[in-house]
């Protein structure tokens, strides 16, 4: 009896403890809204801008930095832009996603107020103790602040960049390429006009694939009045600006690589160059949803390596210093 008694009491306890399945829904809501998928931008242009600092040492500060500053361009800077937009999306995900946490009442209007407003403020006070315990100074509040109004202007009438041309794969490109590598650089070292270099490489790069990405929503961004580029210049037409950005960005950066010394950098940026350009003429002659993942395969994995290995050899680490 007694050894009844006792599991009866456990039972009780873990069914006590158990959160009820609303609470749960609502806190499912309110991660959804952040969207985590979107989150890994961020960090890999951190992580980038942090490694080609130079700055960055095998102890206990380094790694809080790195978890703040991770914490900061990941769930907070990106995070707030996906909630608000969300926010200002709701009668359009009813009709396209009614699984969206609003439209589907996992979390109420005034609570998506809440979720995005308290993102934002744990970002500046974030920032704020960045500013404080790292090198970039009060520099780190002013990018956050940019990061944060660039995901207002991106949703938010009557600027609503998304809506305009170029205007939402550039405020993307900026927010979470730009801001990101310049936040991981001014954290853990100074300015370096070689990481601003890559840095606005990456710039264009990004702004080139968002532009490929609108093409798989082309017919729906054109019922709703989104203006994006492939709906005012066609699929084709979009696809020749797209390369435009990602081929000259990448043609300068091998430019830049051989001036400064980075042969053996530069040459797998002539040879990632070269992969591309094969699956960009697949693509633009059959703009399938099929070619684009492929593109997408052949093309991303080069540029994210080279980028990294581009950050080892301007942070001096061997033996990538004299690549």
Same mark, same amino acid.
């Given at each position: ?14 069914? /006590? ?15 959804? =809204? #952040? ?11 951190? #992580? ?29 800077? %990106? ?8 926010? !200002? ?9 009614? &699984? ?23 970002? =500046?006070?974030?920032?704020?103790? @960045?500013? @404080?315990?790292? /090198? ?12 944060? @109004?660039?995901?207002?202007?991106? $949703?938010?009438?009557?600027?609503? !960049?998304?809506?305009?041309?170029? $205007?939402?794969? @550039? ?8 801001? &990101?590598?310049?936040? +991981? ?24 694939? =968002? ?13 709703? +009045? ?14 020749? %600006? ?40 697949? #693509?633009? %002659? ?11 395969? $052949? +093309?991303? +994995?080069?540029?994210? =390596? ?5 950050? !080892? ?11």
């Amino acid at each position: 009896m007694k050894i009844e008694t006792t599991n009866l009491g456990s039972h009780k306890t873990r069914a /006590q403890t158990k959160l009820p399945e609303h609470v749960t829904s609502t806190l499912r809501g309110h991660l959804a =809204l #952040l969207d985590p998928v979107t989150w890994a931008s961020g960090p890999q242009g951190f #992580l980038g801008g942090a490694i080609a600092s130079g700055g960055m040492k095998l102890d206990w500060a380094t790694c809080g930095l790195v978890v703040l500053g991770l914490t900061l361009v990941g769930p907070l800077t %990106i995070g707030f832009s996906q909630s608000i937009n969300d926010f !200002f999306d709701r009668d359009v995900d009813a009709i396209n996603e009614p &699984t969206r946490p609003i439209p589907a009442g996992l979390v109420t209007l005034r609570g998506a107020i809440l979720n995005f407003t308290v993102v934002a403020c744990l970002a =500046l006070l974030v920032s704020v103790i @960045l500013m @404080l315990t790292s /090198q970039a100074g009060p520099l780190i509040i002013v990018m956050t602040i940019l990061g944060l @109004l660039l995901g207002v202007f991106y $949703s938010m009438p009557p600027l609503e !960049f998304k809506r305009n041309g170029l $205007s939402g794969p @550039l405020s993307v490109g900026l927010g979470y390429t730009m801001l &990101t590598w310049m936040a +991981g650089l001014l954290i853990f070292g100074p300015f370096k006009m070689e990481v601003f270099v890559i840095t606005l490489v990456n710039v264009f790069i990004s702004t080139g694939l =968002l532009i490929l990405n609108d093409l798989k929503s082309i017919e729906g961004d054109r019922t709703l +009045g989104l203006r994006t580029l492939p709906v005012l210049y066609g699929a084709r037409g979009a696809l020749k %600006i797209s390369y435009a950005f990602i081929d000259s960005a990448q043609v300068f950066f091998t430019f830049y690589l051989f001036f400064t010394g980075h042969y053996w950098i530069g040459l797998l940026q002539v040879l990632a160059l070269l992969v591309q350009l094969k699956a960009q003429r697949d #693509l633009y %002659i059959t703009p399938s949803h099929k070619q684009f993942k492929i593109y997408l395969l $052949s +093309g991303n +994995g080069f540029i994210l =390596l080279i980028s990294f290995l581009a950050a !080892f050899s301007f942070g001096g680490y061997t033996p990538f210093s004299s690549w």
